[in-house]
């Protein structure tokens, strides 16, 4: 996972200031090289009356919570069981420390107070009220020797110098134990922002990585293999990552105008956690691809090419043949993705087997001759550029009175196989005077 984490960072272009083997000024940063450290603090707890041992057995915890749920409450551990448990809140000293020597497992709680009323901020949802009495003795460590995210999460932010921590709306709840914790400590908290959850794009709940897998689109930057199988990723999908960025910026929030496309550098600038919306964020995969569109479209000519060109080398195209920066140029307006390219292009590198039913009502009894006046007209074409055959067939069709629409259609269906595609005479300089007259040829024959 750390691997994982830090290839997707370096492909969004996100270099961490300070991390394994980079300006290590707070390290070590693995959880698991920080035990000894989360121990001290945890027995710091303990000898401040602000936790203590639980030895509860899980079949005693299972056996209580049912008893409640018979009489239809929720079973919680707080204030009015600790002391009727198992705890070292009523075992001595001495037996604690006896229980532990001889390996019996136990876990560290919180010991919450009782009758408090929490006034707390939160930068993006303002002044949240909490009731203590009404929270559990979380664990914070076991036996094992590993915390819980709660105590790791207060002890390094700490120890690191946090000054804003900033996590999903689904954390909000635990606020109130980690500034409890805080004061524990006689630490000053940091700021707190709880940001909106982004939303399933139909239906209601928090987006998962099943909605992703279930209606076709990423949900994860890279892609991610278990043993349940493989979630695509962003990157395999074709996204620019400063599409990701982008769109993902904007699921609640915005800079208070219209402007939607964001550099990472004007984001750094814009970003203020004051405007983040406090509602969650329906997540659009159809804006998504949007947003990939228009950086596309910004991207250079060339660095496309060089993107489509093994698309084109596996469907058997040999690319020294073609002019492919040029191609590239005229489509890529019509693509959300480089994937896409090939069938906005195939055209260009081979000629259409089929022609477009629709678009084959076009081809009148007086196309065919039409047609052979065209081949007539191109074949005496010495300079053979778009805009040179553009200028000669437009003549002939003036000086002939012949409509536009009677030849320039059939004439894009006999190249293209339908009609669509860019600029038709772009087409024909590309493809050239030999392949244009023997598709014009192909069409007369075939329709």
């Given amino acids: 996972a750390e691997a994982y984490i830090m290839e997707a960072l370096e492909w969004l272009g996100i270099s961490p200031d300070e991390t394994v083997g980079k300006n290590e000024k707070f390290g ?35 056996a209580l919570r049912k008893e409640q749920e018979a009489e239809g409450k929720t079973f919680i551990y707080n204030h009015t069981i600790r002391e009727k448990l198992d705890t070292s809140l009523v075992i001595s000293t001495e037996e604690v420390a006896k229980r532990i020597a001889n390996g019996e497992h136990y876990v560290i709680r919180f010991k919450t107070p009782v009758d408090e009323t929490l006034h707390l901020k939160d930068i993006i949802r303002g ?7 009404l929270l559990d003795d979380k664990v914070l460590f076991k036996s094992d020797g590993m915390p819980t995210y709660h105590l790791a999460n207060i002890v390094d932010d700490h120890l690191m110098e946090t000054s804003h921590v900033i996590r999903g709306e689904e954390w909000l709840p635990s606020m109130p134990l980690h500034v409890l914790l805080y004061r524990a400590f006689g630490w ?4 707190f922002a709880h940001l909106p959850l982004i939303l399933k794009p139909v239906g209601n709940g928090k987006l998962s ?11 994860f930057p890279l892609e991610w293999k278990t043993e349940e199988g493989i979630s695509s990723g962003y990157r395999e999908k074709g996204f620019f990552p400063e599409a990701v960025i982008n769109f993902l910026a904007l699921l609640g929030w915005n800079d208070g105008t219209d402007k939607e496309l964001f550099s990472l550098e004007e984001l750094v ?5 004051n405007r983040v919306h406090k509602s969650g964020a329906k997540f659009d995969p159809e804006k998504n691809k949007w947003f990939n569109h228009q950086y596309l479209i910004k991207q250079n000519n060339e660095d496309l090419a060089t993107s489509f060109s093994p698309i084109l080398v596996e469907k058997g195209v040999d690319t020294s043949k073609y002019d492919i920066t040029r191609i590239v ?22 000629a259409p087997t089929s022609y477009d039913e629709k678009a084959s009502k076009n081809w009148k ?7 052979q006046e065209l081949i007539s007209t191109l074949e005496y074409i010495d300079g053979f550029d778009s805009a040179n055959i553009e200028a000669i067939v437009k003549d002939w069709l003036t000086k002939n009175e012949i409509g536009m629409g009677k030849v320039m259609q059939p004439f894009r269906l006999s190249l293209v196989g339908a009609l669509k595609g860019p600029h038709l005479f772009d087409i024909v300089e590309i493809i050239g005077k030999e392949e244009t007259i023997s598709r014009i040829q192909k069409a007369i024959a075939t329709l």
């Fill in 28 to 62: 070590p940063y693995r959880q698991s090289d920080r035990k000894d450290l989360y121990q001290t603090y945890a027995d710091q707890l303990i000898n401040s009356g602000w936790a203590y041992y639980a030895f509860d057995t899980p079949e005693t915890l299972d």
């Fill in 127 to 133: 002044d949240v009220k909490f009731e203590t009495s």
């Fill in 188 to 191: 000053d908290a940091p700021e």
């Fill in 209 to 219: 990585k099943r909605d992703g897998d279930k209606l076709g689109f990423p949900v």
């Fill in 269 to 273: 600038e814009s970003f203020d956690l």
């Fill in 329 to 350: 140029s005229l489509i890529k307006e019509r693509a959300h993705f480089v994937s896409e390219f090939w069938d906005l292009t195939d055209f260009f590198f081979q």
């Fill in 365 to 371: 009894e007086e196309t065919p001759a039409l047609m």
